[in-house]
């Protein structure tokens, strides 16, 4: 059974950072791409950060030159490294695995900007 856990989440000032970090247990074949997706209260949830199992990422545009996305397929492990974090990135974050088949997610991880 394949379990994703993520950790690294917690409170932190306006402007401060935390690393936030997804290992995944289990059979896993083929990822594709790995991500962080988060979701605040009352919104839909949104894709943050991905990384592609050839290496490219992508970024939201609201996170942009803030975030940083690392990932290792072999070990089964993605980073998000958030820096400049505002209030707005106030969020549960979740980590995602994406293989042919299915995908996978972690239970979640909450972030909490103060201003």
């Known amino acids: 059974q394949v379990q994703l856990v993520e950790s690294g989440g917690g409170l932190v000032q306006t402007g401060g950072s935390l690393r936030l970090s997804c290992v995944a247990s289990?059979?896993?074949?083929?990822?594709?791409?790995m991500g962080w997706y988060r979701q605040a209260p009352g919104k839909e949830r949104e894709l943050v950060a991905i990384?592609?199992?050839?290496?490219?990422?992508d970024y939201a545009d609201s996170v942009k030159g803030r975030f940083t996305i690392s990932g290792d397929n072999a070990k089964k492990t993605v980073y998000l490294q958030m820096n400049s974090l505002k209030p707005e990135d106030t969020a549960i974050y979740y980590c995602n695995f994406r293989t042919w088949v299915t995908d996978y997610w972690g239970q979640g991880t909450q972030v909490t900007v103060s201003s």
């Open positions: 990384v592609t199992r050839g290496g490219t990422t």
């Open positions: 289990g059979s896993i074949f083929s990822i594709k791409a």
